[in-house]
């Protein structure tokens, strides 16, 4: 064990802190639920590209710069300490982009990795369906593979789609074995969201916006090349897919530990008020000693990770512990903002009340998606402590 | 910045748990319990045969001079097997101070070398604590005066004992007088010896806790895996699962807290009271759920004396307020983030 970071570590902290300060938008940008704010999002990225910054831990020659773990979370926690904008391309780069890695071809890599990392292509995904939530092996849009092996063609609806109305392409599963169940005959398909036969209809979130959207396929050609993995593997490459979603990338503690100084500032600010409720210094405290702790987990994990370790199902436990944490730190702020807490960035007198609320909105969502907290309870259950079915 | 275990480090935290796994069975631990003493001097004697005495003792006493984060793993093991001793309490805490004295002070050496070789009970009386754990049983205890620091030989010192709910701890009321051939260190030396003195106690309650957190979910693994209603294993149900899997969650993220707590300590950082308030925190808080949640899914059965939970539910129960309870350990981390100009956030983990 030892603590200290390297010079090289250092070094780079201090790199990515003063590129951060020359080239952090000087006014937030725009939602990236709406199309200008996702443009807005789109240029950010290109600006991060390069710089080398957008994807610090894929290869130089895919747009990276192999960058290792640690320095992976130091990236992160410059990157979110200085309020630097969200991943408007996450779903692409952090959960497709290390499934490439993993199972693309060569020729797969090259053509999608460099275009995700500078945001030329953005991704959306396409797991869920109207009767395949949580039970997602119960997927029925179908990809047959055309006679003549060159394409398959695509029938079906999926749902839930993060950003799709504004996005490029599409990743997810489809039953390429018609005569299949469950979680075989399945595979996983690249899509791109202009093709011919596909219908997108935004669903208008809970904070007003479409944030997310119902996909159709209507006999869509997607060339065989587009398939990432061997016929009928979907739900291998899907799952490893799943676990990195689950795992560190996607939810870095520095987005966390953010907002954990951010609530203390906040209460620090508002104690007269806030602590006529006592029970909200708890909450303030636990904000800090969560995200700390997430954090720390982090660390150990990529250290084990660097000795040869893998994740299992306690990422699962991961999943749960953030977004439980962020709601509850969401849930405090808007305890001390009281009356203001409801007003949104139209109010005049909202202040800093409508970032929480943003905030707060987006947390409810959290302990649903990328599996629902109770999935992840009955992973951990079966596969971490081995109980049965 | 690598933060794991080196592989000795693990290999000896492995040892040490197929020692107790044999040494402290839960039918040795109900057999000591049943003694008025509610200690074995053969399990102290095969203990101090293994070395595990001697662990923080420096090299040039006997000892092997191991470190704060040795000791959080050791800790969870001693946790785990709820073991009848307070071994901690002299060989990990009683040793720090006492190491911390300078050369030649009162008796140092020769207690450091008796540590070592087990023959020597100390009793730590920090002011945290109103009671002191085995102070009947002890040669020797620290007591503070003030800031000033005793070291009182048993027989100058009254005892009362108060019995815990936990039959493992001998808890005592200790009446004394100070004089000055039993002063040790005193003013500003004795204030800084029992605020070391303190973290080492709050980490090794801290790492027990841990400890027996996770010893209370296997337990109830094991019987919710075996156990059957309605023609299936009760763990195959989700109620019973999203209470194991919830403990779990716990565990998972008080381990690091504990480790980085523990070397904040052996690196003497500014921040290491609020380091290890949070462990204390983090592992009392799994320790109580892992309780609660292990007595509901053992029913009926884990209210009873015959199942072996109930002893390391008291341990857990026990600890939690011991060295500190959750309210000091709050206020200890309110006071370092909530102070003007604390270093938070993001890229704060690991430096100021």
């Known amino acids: 064990m030892d603590l200290a970071y390297t010079p090289r570590q250092k070094a780079f902290r201090e790199e990515v802190r003063a590129w951060l300060a020359a080239n952090l938008p000087r006014e937030p940008l725009a939602s990236y639920d709406t199309r200008e704010g996702f443009e807005q999002h789109r240029e950010w990225e290109r600006k991060l590209f390069d710089a080398r910054l957008s994807m610090v831990i894929w290869p130089e020659a895919l747009g990276g710069r192999g960058c290792d773990l640690i320095e992976w979370l130091i990236f992160e926690e410059e990157y979110y300490g200085a309020g630097a904008p969200m991943r408007v391309n996450q779903n692409g780069q952090l959960l497709l982009g290390p499934t490439l890695i993993e199972f693309g071809t060569e020729e797969q890599k090259a053509r999608f990795l460099p275009r995700m990392a500078s945001s030329e292509d953005m991704w959306a995904q396409g797991w869920s369906e109207p009767n395949a939530g949580s039970d997602m092996a119960a997927i029925t849009s179908k990809a047959i593979l055309s006679a003549d092996g060159t394409h398959y063609v695509v029938n079906g609806q999926k749902t839930w789609s993060t950003r799709a109305s504004f996005a490029d392409w599409l990743f997810g599963l489809f039953r390429s074995d018609p005569g299949s169940s469950r979680h075989h005959g399945l595979s996983y398909l690249a899509v791109p969201l202009d093709a011919p036969g596909v219908t997108i209809r935004p669903i208008q979130a809970l904070n007003g916006k479409q944030a997310f959207a119902e996909i159709f396929f209507d006999d869509v050609k997607v060339p065989v090349e587009n398939r990432i993995g061997d016929e009928g593997q979907g739900w291998h490459v899907a799952m490893a897919t799943a676990g990195f979603e689950r795992g560190l990338l996607l939810r870095s503690p520095a987005r966390f530990q953010y907002t954990a100084r951010r609530l203390v500032e906040l209460y620090k600010a508002n104690r007269e008020v806030a602590d006529r409720d006592p029970s909200i210094r708890d909450a303030v405290i636990e904000a800090w000693t969560g995200t700390e702790a997430y954090a720390l987990s982090a660390y150990h994990t990529v250290g084990r990770l660097a000795k040869g370790a893998r994740i299992g199902a306690e990422a699962s436990t991961n999943k749960i512990f953030w977004s439980e944490l962020d709601l509850k730190m969401h849930e405090t702020a808007m305890r001390i903002l009281g009356p203001f807490a409801e007003l949104t960035g139209d109010a005049p007198e909202a202040r800093e009340a409508a970032r929480w609320l943003d905030g707060f909105l987006f947390a409810q969502a959290g302990p649903i998606y990328a599996g629902t907290n109770e999935i992840q309870r009955n992973i951990i259950a079966e596969r971490m402590l081995g109980l049965p079915k | ?352």
């Open chain 2, 1 to 352: 910045m690598d933060f794991t275990f080196t592989d000795d480090q693990l290999t000896f935290r492995e040892a040490v748990s197929r020692f107790l796994m044999t040494e402290a069975a839960p039918e040795m631990l109900r057999e000591i319990w049943e003694t008025d003493s509610g200690r074995s001097p053969e399990l102290r004697k095969n203990i101090a045969e293994q070395g595990l005495t001697a662990l923080s003792v420096p090299e040039d006493c006997g000892g092997l001079g191991m470190d704060d984060v040795a000791w959080a793993l050791m800790t969870q093991e001693l946790g785990y097997y709820a073991i009848p001793d307070s071994l901690a309490d002299a060989a990990y805490v009683a040793a720090g101070l006492i190491t911390a004295l300078p050369a030649g002070t009162a008796s140092r050496e020769e207690w450091l070398a008796r540590i070592a070789e087990g023959s020597i009970r100390i009793a730590v009386g920090h002011p945290v604590n109103p009671l002191v754990a085995d102070a009947n049983p002890a040669n020797l205890l620290l007591l503070a005066d003030g800031d000033a620091v005793h070291a009182v030989p048993r027989e100058q010192v009254d005892v009362e004992a108060n019995p815990s709910i936990d039959l493992s701890r001998r808890l005592a009321r200790v009446r004394w007088t100070p004089a000055t051939a039993t002063l040790i260190a005193d003013g500003e030396s004795g204030r800084a010896l029992w605020a070391q003195t303190l973290n080492r106690g709050v980490l090794s309650a801290a790492g027990q806790l841990l400890g027996l957190a996770q010893r209370m979910l296997d337990l109830s693994v094991d019987y919710v895996a075996q156990r059957k209603q309605f023609g299936k294993p009760i763990g195959s149900f989700q109620a019973v699962k999203h209470h194991l899997a919830d403990v779990a969650t716990k565990i998972e993220f008080a381990k690091p807290v504990l480790y980085r707590a523990a070397y904040a300590l052996a690196h003497g950082e500014a921040g290491a009271d609020a380091r290890v308030s949070h462990a204390k925190l983090a592992c009392g808080e799994a320790a109580w759920l892992a309780a609660r949640h292990g007595i509901q899914v053992h029913g009926a059965m884990g209210y009873t004396w015959e199942v072996d939970l109930q002893m390391f539910m008291k341990r857990a129960w026990a600890l939690d307020a011991a060295w500190g309870d959750r309210g000091f350990h709050k206020a200890r981390v309110a006071d370092a983030i909530l102070v003007e100009g604390a270093a938070l956030g993001p890229g704060h983990t690991f430096e100021e």
